[in-house]
């Protein structure tokens, strides 16, 4: 039963550029939110997907923003990026449906740094 | 401004002892409440998920909650070494509207020495 996955594992970026982060979720889920961790912070939520729609955002601002696709999948993208947007960035999947009991499960990350 | 608060820590007890992690949370509301692992320069791992008031148990693990003292917290019988780690706690936004969004505290890291 393959895990939720991420890629790249690592990413170096420059100031003013944009990136593209990408996640499968676990098998048998449809619902994929993306968090930012900065060092030594719990995550802050960005956005979640479900049904190819961004069902919940964030306090992010418009350079970021996402996509799901068909098969679950989702990307994360950041424009004109920041120092400020050194951080870990992490997908997790779960259930859609169910509200409130959800459970979250994260995939290994993308570490981005910006120079 | 929903917050979840955690003692930071570091929280250090010895090997076989009993670690207590704290954490409260501002939402009334909240309905969920989750407890993540986060060894060094990996990502969270779940452990333990509690809904209801009271204690819930899985292995040396104990989740208690209280919904009315806005308080959760994590017990972990019989300390190992390979528990250091950070400890994050996570609550689920109240409302038909909050789907699955969690809000994290800042963590408490935990270090069980020999």
């Known amino acids: 039963d393959a895990g939720v996955t991420q890629s790249p594992t690592h990413l170096i970026k420059t100031r003013g550029q944009q990136v593209t982060l990408r996640c499968s979720p676990k098998?048998?889920?449809?619902?994929v939110s993306w968090y930012q961790q900065a060092l030594g912070q719990g995550p802050q939520f960005i956005f979640q997907y479900y049904e190819e729609e961004e069902r919940q955002r964030g306090n992010f601002p418009d350079r970021f923003s996402g996509h799901q696709f068909p098969n679950y999948s989702s990307e994360l993208n950041v424009n004109a990026l920041l120092l400020g947007d050194s951080a870990l960035y992490l997908c997790?999947?779960?259930?859609?449906?169910?509200?409130?009991?959800?459970?979250?499960?994260f995939g290994p990350g993308t570490r981005l740094t910006v120079l | 401004q929903k917050e979840v608060e955690q003692n930071s820590g570091p929280l250090s007890v010895p090997e076989g002892a009993i670690a207590s992690l704290n954490c409260t949370y501002s939402d009334r509301g909240s309905q969920s409440f989750f407890w993540y692992r986060q060894y060094s320069g990996k990502s969270p791992e779940l452990i333990m998920s509690i809904y209801s008031n009271g204690d819930k148990e899985d292995g040396r693990f104990t989740a208690q909650l209280n919904k009315a003292s806005q308080y959760v917290s994590l017990l972990i019988r019989d300390s190992q070494p390979s528990d250091s780690a950070t400890y994050l706690c996570a609550v689920n936004d109240a409302g038909g509207t909050s789907y699955g969004k969690l809000t994290f505290g800042q963590g408490t890291i935990l270090t069980v020495h020999p």
């Open positions: 997790a999947s779960s259930l859609g449906a169910g509200g409130d009991y959800n459970e979250q499960f």
């Open positions: 098998s048998g889920h449809d619902t």
